[in-house]
């Protein structure tokens, strides 16, 4: 492969013989180079042909050698994590907020994360992974970064997972489900922890109910059970009534009554607690 273009000392622009341009990246591996030159296989640690080259290209000819290393580490050990490959876009996407999130905090501008607590429950695995990239940053360029950054980087890998959907749904997703928690919280004037497990279960479901709405599978509960849920459980059962409504009328989504069946069974868990 010849070299086309270097866009920084790790990160090359490559043509094959088929004259398809491809990006090559590798610890030095335009070190000493120049147009033209061949690159050596054993220093190509990944090789990307991806449809947005040319946005790859910008970022990583506009952004500091070290944040793009630093985030193609966070990618590897995602993924090595989560046992599977993150759609390519991560590259960018991830790349680009990583390196505006180190530069913002050395300026000292904090962003808090409001679905903090939901993005802990809901994307566990996604949020352990967060947690071990802000060690990694602090590391690699000694930036400490707070959880709230933990958080924002556990919903980019969560939606470069190749079943994860897209950014703005599931922020959307958990926006709601944390509306819905504080909802009922104020309704029936009750606290509860993040680490109680009838919260987390409440949580979880409230998730998976938004979730089968978006792809039209609904969880039906028989009529007889609903019935008997509303008769033994009446509080319960008019708190998510009335959370149903502020849902509708806020975020216009609308929740099944049988729905409100389940969602009243996980309330009553919670009062009991």
Same mark, same amino acid.
């Given at each position: 492969?010849?070299?086309?273009?270097? +866009?920084?000392n790790n990160a090359v622009v490559v043509i094959?013989?088929?004259?398809?341009?491809?990006?090559?990246?590798?610890?030095?591996?335009?070190?000493?180079?120049?147009?033209?030159?061949?690159?050596?296989? =054993?220093?190509?640690?990944?090789?990307?042909?991806?449809?947005?080259?040319?946005?790859?290209?910008?970022?990583?000819?506009?952004?500091?050698?070290?944040?793009?290393? $630093?985030?193609?580490?966070?990618?590897?050990?995602?993924?090595?994590?989560?046992? %599977?490959?993150? %759609?390519?876009h991560i590259h960018i996407v991830l790349t680009?907020?990583?390196?505006?999130?180190?530069? *913002?905090?050395?300026?000292? $501008?904090? =962003? /808090?994360?409001? =679905? &903090?607590?939901?993005?802990? $429950?809901?994307?566990?695995?996604?949020?352990?992974?967060?947690?071990?990239?802000?060690?990694?940053?602090?590391?690699?360029?000694?930036?400490?970064?707070?959880?709230?950054?933990?958080?924002?980087?556990?919903?980019?890998?969560?939606?470069?997972?190749?079943?994860?959907?897209?950014?703005?749904?599931?922020?959307?997703?958990?926006?709601?489900?944390?509306? @819905?928690?504080?909802?009922?919280? !104020?309704?029936? %004037?009750?606290?509860f922890e993040e680490d109680d497990i009838s919260?987390? *279960?409440?949580?979880?479901? +409230? *998730?998976?109910?938004?979730? !089968?709405? %978006?792809?039209?599978?609904?969880?039906? @509960?028989?009529?007889?059970?609903?019935? @008997?849920? /509303?008769? /033994?459980?009446?509080?319960?059962?008019?708190?998510?009534?009335?959370?149903?409504?502020?849902?509708?009328?806020?975020?216009?989504?609308?929740?099944?009554?049988?729905? &409100?069946?389940?969602?009243?069974?996980? $309330?009553?868990?919670? *009062?009991? /607690?």
């Open positions: 492969m010849k070299i086309r273009r270097i +866009l920084n094959t013989e088929g004259q398809q341009e491809q990006i090559a990246v590798g610890a030095g591996i335009a070190f000493g180079k120049k147009k033209n030159d061949i690159v050596s296989a =054993l220093k190509i640690e990944k090789l990307f042909v991806m449809k947005e080259n040319k946005k790859f290209e910008q970022l990583l000819s506009r952004i500091p050698e070290e944040h793009f290393t $630093i985030s193609e580490e966070i990618i590897s050990y995602a993924e090595s994590q989560i046992g %599977n490959k993150l %759609n390519e680009d907020h990583l390196s505006f999130a180190i530069e *913002r905090e050395r300026e000292g $501008i904090q =962003l /808090k994360n409001k =679905l &903090l607590q939901e993005i802990k $429950i809901l994307y566990k695995k996604e949020f352990e992974i967060g947690l071990w990239a802000i060690q990694h940053i602090k590391e690699k360029c000694g930036v400490e970064m707070s959880v709230d950054e933990a958080a924002y980087i556990a919903l980019h890998i969560h939606t470069m997972k190749l079943q994860g959907g897209d950014l703005h749904q599931t922020v959307r997703e958990t926006t709601i489900v944390r509306d @819905m928690v504080q909802s009922i919280k !104020r309704i029936l %004037n009750i606290t919260y987390q *279960r409440l949580t979880t479901h +409230l *998730r998976f109910a938004l979730s !089968r709405l %978006n792809h039209y599978e609904l969880h039906m @509960m028989d009529d007889e059970m609903l019935a @008997m849920i /509303k008769k /033994k459980f009446p509080l319960s059962y008019s708190c998510a009534s009335e959370v149903a409504r502020e849902t509708f009328l806020i975020h216009g989504v609308e929740l099944p009554e049988q729905e &409100l069946g389940y969602i009243a069974l996980h $309330i009553e868990r919670l *009062r009991k /607690k």
